[in-house]
């Protein structure tokens, strides 16, 4: 990795952290939680071979980037101005997007509030709904509460610091090991008081061939320096979000040609109702744009590395018409 270049730039009153390597038209890889910028690091190196710029940031809260204290600091407009500005700090009209997990939902914001800014977005993982697809009746994190309960992940996140400290109990390399090698297709349940098998009922002793000691060294160094605070509040906004978008309930998007990648054993992607969602038309209602769907048989969560060239020719494939 060491031909990818590092640098920090002055983002919407933060510092951010950005790794990128290639010249040509820009592709801005955006990460979800929990992750970074290396969570693209085979995406960078295939695509700026192909004479592409690949540029992916530590998002707000993330690793080497500005992790603002107040939890309201980290509302979907927050977020999507500090990738408004990065887009600007580039020197570009318009990017290529590819974004996974909380990046897909800031992805589908930037899409939504800014399409002027973004060529084509290839999302992975997360569709439009239920992040975005507002329903004025309930807020986000009572959908959630409604169908899986208290103990849904999602629910107890929203408590500031019992997480931190259910967290902080546990082993790091354990938690980014249960996380990430994730292929539990239900809903992630933590018992009250206690991490329990988190994500992962079932974690493997030893890593899987896509994923190295050395890239979980990685994200363990930077999740012991960081915590995990910055990322937690993202979903600790999920109601606030709510409210600040009211105005644009009902409105989908129009204008960005997208491409959708799940995995066949994705957790979000076997969420109850989510299959029909993504192929029975409502997906396409909400994304009229909406251009070619895959699903990955036998992949999970974490697609981007652990179906990494399979995903890095999708996208290539993908924004190479434009």
Same mark, same amino acid.
């Given at each position: 990795?060491?031909?990818?270049?590092?640098?920090?730039?002055?983002?919407?009153?933060?510092?951010?952290?950005?790794? #990128?390597?290639?010249?040509?038209?820009?592709? %801005?890889? %955006?990460?979800?939680?929990?992750? %970074?910028?290396?969570?693209?690091?085979?995406?960078?190196?295939?695509?700026?071979?192909?004479?592409?710029?690949?540029?992916?940031?530590?998002?707000?809260?993330?690793?080497?980037?500005?992790?603002?204290?107040?939890?309201?600091?980290?509302?979907?407009? @927050?977020?999507?101005?500090?990738?408004?500005?990065?887009?600007?700090?580039?020197?570009?009209?318009?990017?290529?997007?590819?974004?996974?997990?909380?990046?897909?939902?800031?992805?589908?914001?930037?899409?939504?509030?800014?399409?002027?800014?973004?060529?084509?977005?290839?999302?992975?993982?997360?569709?439009?709904?239920?992040?975005?697809?507002?329903?004025?009746?309930?807020?986000?994190?009572?959908?959630?509460?409604?169908?899986?309960?208290?103990?849904?992940?999602?629910?107890?996140?929203?408590?500031?610091?019992?997480?931190?400290?259910? %967290?902080?109990?546990?082993?790091?390399?354990?938690?980014?090991?249960?996380?990430?090698?994730?292929? @539990?297709?239900?809903?992630?349940?933590?018992?009250?008081? #206690?991490?329990?098998?988190?994500?992962?009922?079932?974690?493997?002793?030893?890593?899987?061939?896509?994923?190295?000691?050395?890239?979980?060294?990685?994200?363990?160094?930077? *999740?012991?320096?960081?915590?995990?605070?910055?990322?937690?509040?993202?979903?600790?906004?999920?109601?606030?979000?709510?409210?600040?978008?009211?105005?644009?309930?009902?409105?989908?998007?129009?204008?960005?040609?997208?491409? *959708?990648?799940?995995?066949?054993?994705?957790?979000?992607?076997?969420?109850?109702?989510?299959? #029909?969602?993504? @192929?029975?038309?409502?997906?396409?209602?909400?994304?009229?744009?909406?251009?070619?769907?895959?699903?990955?048989?036998?992949?999970?969560?974490?697609?981007?590395?652990?179906?990494?060239?399979?995903?890095?020719?999708?996208?290539?494939?993908?924004?190479?018409?434009?």
């Amino acid at each position: 990795m060491e031909s990818i270049v590092h640098r920090t730039v002055e983002v919407n009153g933060i510092k951010m952290h950005v790794a #990128e390597k290639g010249e040509g038209p820009v592709v %801005l890889f %955006l990460h979800g939680f929990p992750e %970074l910028w290396y969570s693209w690091r085979h995406q960078i190196l295939y695509l700026s071979s192909l004479g592409y710029r690949a540029v992916a940031p530590d998002l707000r809260g993330y690793g080497d980037s500005d992790a603002p204290a107040p939890i309201t600091a980290y509302t979907c407009f @927050h977020l999507l101005g500090d990738i408004v500005a990065l887009i600007d700090s580039l020197g570009v009209d318009k990017v290529f997007l590819v974004a996974h997990d909380w990046g897909a939902i800031l992805g589908w914001y930037l899409c939504l509030f800014r399409p002027d800014r973004v060529k084509a977005y290839v999302c992975l993982s997360v569709p439009f709904r239920p992040f975005l697809g507002r329903n004025p009746q309930q807020k986000t994190v009572d959908i959630f509460r409604a169908l899986y309960g208290e103990d849904y992940y999602i629910c107890r996140f929203q408590e500031p610091g019992k997480m931190e400290a259910e %967290l902080g109990r546990v082993d790091t390399a354990y938690l980014m090991k249960n996380i990430l090698t994730t292929r @539990h297709s239900g809903p992630p349940i933590f018992p009250k008081g #206690e991490y329990g098998t988190g994500f992962n009922p079932h974690t493997p002793d030893t890593l899987p061939s896509w994923l190295t000691q050395q890239d979980l060294d990685y994200f363990v160094t930077k *999740f012991n320096k960081s915590g995990f605070s910055g990322g937690l509040n993202y979903y600790r906004n999920l109601n606030l979000n709510w409210e600040l978008t009211a105005a644009w309930t009902g409105v989908g998007i129009e204008n960005v040609p997208v491409k *959708f990648i799940t995995g066949s054993v994705d957790l979000v992607y076997n969420s109850p109702g989510m299959k #029909e969602y993504i @192929h029975n038309g409502g997906f396409k209602k909400d994304v009229a744009s909406l251009e070619e769907v895959v699903v990955q048989e036998g992949v999970g969560h974490f697609n981007n590395q652990e179906a990494a060239h399979d995903v890095a020719n999708h996208i290539h494939d993908f924004i190479n018409k434009f």
